[in-house]
Nanobody, 123 residues
């Protein structure tokens, strides 16, 4: 079983920075081919939205609102994915979730979510 634990959320003023971390404990019970580690966010009353991802090869992707402000990184040795968020805006206020997607050779992709960490940005 896989467990994801996020941390680093909190309150910030607009323009400030926060760094989120997601620690993965465990591995999927399959022949692993690849994986991606993703960050999503969900504001109150809104759908969960993609923020950023990092693949097994280190390839990264960002939502348009995150480009130039957010940076995703992975420490494979520590099984940790981080999201550095700079120049925070009030609109960044949301619950941030870590997701792991494992691609296995003999089964459908396995997806896991963390419990989320709240980010609140005030003006």
């Amino acid at each position: 079983q896989v467990r994801l634990v996020e941390s680093g959320g909190g309150s910030a003023q607009a323009g400030e920075s926060l760094r989120l971390s997601c620690v993965r404990d465990g591995s999927p019970d399959c022949s692993l081919v690849s994986y991606t580690m993703n960050w999503y966010r969900q504001a109150p009353g809104k759908e969960r939205k993609f923020v950023s991802s990092v693949g097994i090869s280190g390839t990264t992707a960002y939502a348009d609102f995150a480009k130039g402000r957010f940076t995703i990184s992975e420490d494979k040795a520590a099984n940790t994915v981080s999201l550095q968020m700079n120049s925070l805006q009030v609109e960044d206020t949301a619950m941030y979730y870590c997701q792991a997607v494992f691609f296995c050779s003999s089964r459908a992709p396995a997806r896991y979510w963390g419990q989320g960490t709240q980010v609140t940005v005030s003006s």
